[in-house]
């Protein structure tokens, strides 16, 4: 599967973006999807992932209660949903997707929180 990601940007603080992720292939219901991020200096980290079919949801502690990932199947999509942003959040974003593990990934998209 090729993943096409789209969103992100230059933010303040306190507020929002939304990022889609657009995927080309089949059987795109069949596939966890996820969102990762990494900073400068930092190891790339789980943001939010979801399962396949009905899709279970998981969240790093750092996001809870302000990302929310979602995905429409008949659309090939996944999105991140991004309330309250904080400057930690700061980093390049990357949608993936997999099966047993993340094996397709696609382009990173900055996105910038000031304070």
């Known amino acids: 599967v090729q993943l096409q990601a789209s969103g992100g940007g230059s933010v303040q603080a306190g507020g929002s973006l939304r990022f889609t992720c657009a995927a080309s292939g089949r059987d795109f219901s069949s596939y966890a999807m996820g969102w990762f991020r990494q900073s400068p200096g930092k190891e790339r980290e789980s943001v939010a992932t979801i399962s396949w079919g009905p899709g279970s949801t998981y969240y790093a502690d750092s996001v809870k209660g302000r990302f929310t990932i979602s995905r429409d199947n008949a659309k090939n999509t996944v999105y991140l949903q991004m309330s309250s942003l904080k400057p930690e959040d700061t980093a390049v974003y990357y949608c993936?997707?997999?099966?047993?593990?993340?094996?397709?990934w696609g382009q990173g998209t900055q996105v910038t929180v000031s304070s």
């Open positions: 993936a997707a997999g099966r047993q593990q993340f094996a397709s």
